[in-house]
């Protein structure tokens, strides 16, 4: 059975900094891209970011590039999400989702973590 | 504002059919499949059509995707009390090198 689990989130002031993590289980890590979609209150999903499946290539949402980075261990079967210069309008839940294929080329995440909430306040 | 258009809200009542539509550009529907999501409340989404209309495993068949030029819609057919949520278009856009998402069609059982 496939599973992703979120952890890491939380209160944080304006402008700090916090590390997001997503243990999986269930498929070969290696083999698939990972992203982090959010989700602000009330609000739609917004893709955050993106890791091919050997970590050597990343891709970001211009709204988070510079200030937050993506990486993965494969050895440990973990996402990660180090944002840094947090802001407001970061807060949302963030979901790790698996791609289908090696590289992120599609809109395509059939499995869902159950997310976690990063709430950037003072 | 999301790159993808959606009517931020569908109703019907039980056994009725619903159309939700997702409108996009060249650079994404236009030129690459469309993605799904189902989101109940309180849980993640969850891939409910991909490659435009093809059913995940355990998707019923009450639920298809179409999609034609820059537009695509999800239709489900015989509506039950469970398919309240909230529903997702998504597509790769070539411009952005990233997944974009509509703002999600509240579907709402009357």
């Known amino acids: 059975e496939v599973q992703l689990l979120e952890s890491g989130g939380g209160l944080v002031q304006p402008g700090g900094s916090l590390r997001l993590s997503c243990t999986v289980s269930?498929?070969?890590?290696?083999?698939?891209?990972m992203n982090w979609v959010r989700q602000a209150p009330g609000k739609g999903l917004e893709w955050v970011s993106g890791?091919?499946?050997?970590?050597?290539?990343?891709y970001y949402a211009d709204s988070v590039k510079g200030r937050f980075t993506i990486s993965r261990d494969n050895s440990k079967n973990t996402l990660y999400l180090q944002m840094n210069s947090l802001r407001a309008e970061d807060t949302a839940v963030y979901y790790c989702?698996?791609?289908?294929?090696?590289?992120?080329?599609?809109?395509?995440?059939?499995?869902w973590g159950q997310g976690t909430l990063v709430t950037v306040s003072s | 504002q999301s790159v993808l258009t959606q009517a931020p809200s569908a109703s019907g009542t039980p056994g009725q059919r619903v159309t939700i539509s997702c409108s996009g550009s060249?650079?994404?529907?236009?030129?690459?499949?469309v993605y799904w999501y189902q989101q109940l409340p309180g849980t993640a989404p969850k891939l409910l059509i991909y490659?435009?209309?093809q059913r995940p495993s355990g998707v019923p068949d009450r639920f298809s995707g179409s999609k034609s030029g820059t537009s695509a819609s999800l239709a489900i057919s015989g509506l039950r009390s469970e398919d309240e949520a909230d529903y997702y278009c998504?597509?790769?856009?070539?411009?952005?090198?990233?997944?974009?998402f509509g703002i999600g069609t509240k579907v709402t059982v009357l």
């Open positions: 890791i091919s499946g050997s970590g050597s290539s990343t």
């Open positions: 998504a597509a790769w856009d070539d411009s952005l090198s990233g997944p974009v």
């Open positions: 060249s650079s994404n529907i236009g030129s690459n499949h």
């Open positions: 989702a698996k791609d289908l294929g090696l590289v992120p080329a599609a809109a395509h995440f059939d499995y």
């Open positions: 269930g498929f070969t890590f290696s083999s698939y891209a």
């Open positions: 490659r435009s209309n």
